[in-house]
């Protein structure tokens, strides 16, 4: 490698697409692994829940594992994944942005020290920053997931599904109530 392209892989590598899309592709990952976790969580937390109709809903509370192996069992293995797609689409979002977003605060608004030093307050301020303009961002992304992570329930309560794939589920919410409802 010459010096020049030595000096341009490192003008690349310093950019803001490249920063965003290795933060994203990072994100993604972490979120492919962890995602059974997620969506066992929210079938844990509606346990119990009444439905639109104001009943309860009759179903066995259970543990992690017992949640997991029920929706294999009762739903499919693939189901486990059921709404991966826009958890994805989130962390592409939100990551990406959050992760640029502070660079750009720290360097650009806040500025380091001229000893070079960047203080704890800066580094707050600008996480915080970046964390809620992120999170601002990518909150449809958060809803169409958990419609999505939903759908298990009302089938095994023997309702139609609302939404069948993320796409439709954005379309959906912004025909029913704007874009404000998302």
């Not at 119990?48 to 739903?75: A, C, D, F, P």
């Not at 826009?86 to 500025?111: D, F, N, Q």
Request: net charge positive; glycine share 10%; aromatic share 8%.
């Amino acid at each position: 490698m010459t010096g020049g392209d030595r000096q341009s892989a490192l003008v690349y590598a310093d950019s803001f697409w490249f920063k965003y899309t290795l933060s994203a592709l990072a994100a993604v990952v972490a979120e492919t692994v962890t995602y059974p976790l997620d969506l066992t969580k929210t079938r844990l937390m509606i346990q119990g829940e009444k439905n639109l109709e104001g009943n309860s809903i009759t179903v066995k509370k259970r543990g992690m594992v017992s949640t997991v192996i029920g929706i294999v069992r009762e739903e499919g293995a693939t189901k486990i994944f059921q709404g991966l797609t826009p958890a994805l689409y989130r962390h592409i979002v939100y990551t990406g942005c959050r992760m640029s977003i502070y660079e750009i605060i720290r360097e650009k608004v806040l500025k380091r020290n001229p000893d070079g030093s960047f203080p704890i307050w800066k580094s707050s301020l600008g996480g915080l920053t970046a964390g809620a303009m992120g999170q601002f961002i990518a909150s449809p992304t958060d809803l169409v997931k958990v419609q999505m992570q939903m759908e298990g329930r009302r089938r095994l309560e023997g309702k139609p599904p609302r939404v069948k794939n993320t796409a439709q589920a954005f379309r959906k919410i912004v025909t029913e109530e704007g874009f404000r409802g998302l």
